[in-house]
């Protein structure tokens, strides 16, 4: 059963910081490529970061770079989400996700979600 736990989350004022933190089972987490996701009320999940299986490689979205970093710890199977100069436009709820390698189409799917934490960040 995989399963993904996020936490971390929690009430911030602008400009503040917060970890977010996802352990992961029962899948290979150290070949895994993983991800953070965000909604916010009455938008769409939206990217904002993601890692390769061995921590070599990142990408962000443009709202969050400069600010935010993903980083993994293998030994822990843990994903981290570090998110500094937090602004109001950054509450929504994060989600952490697992991509899985499609050799069909040599692409990775998400395929792997988290329940979410919930990020407020007051103005």
């Known amino acids: 059963q995989v399963q993904l736990i996020e936490s971390g989350g929690g009430l911030v004022q602008a400009g503040g910081s917060l970890r977010l933190s996802c352990v992961v089972s029962g899948l290979p987490f150290s070949s895994s490529k993983m991800g953070w996701f965000r909604q916010a009320p009455g938008k769409e999940r939206e990217f904002v970061a993601a890692?390769?299986?061995?921590?070599?490689?990142?990408n962000y979205a443009d709202s969050v770079k400069g600010r935010f970093t993903i980083s993994r710890d293998n030994a822990k199977n843990t994903v981290y989400l570090q998110m500094n100069s937090l602004k109001p436009e950054d509450t929504a709820v994060y989600y952490c996700?697992?991509?899985?390698?499609?050799?069909?189409?040599?692409?990775?799917?998400?395929?792997?979600w988290g329940q979410g934490t919930q990020v407020t960040v007051s103005s």
């Open positions: 890692i390769s299986w061995s921590g070599s490689s990142t």
């Open positions: 996700a697992a991509a899985t390698y499609q050799y069909g189409s040599s692409s990775w799917r998400y395929d792997y």
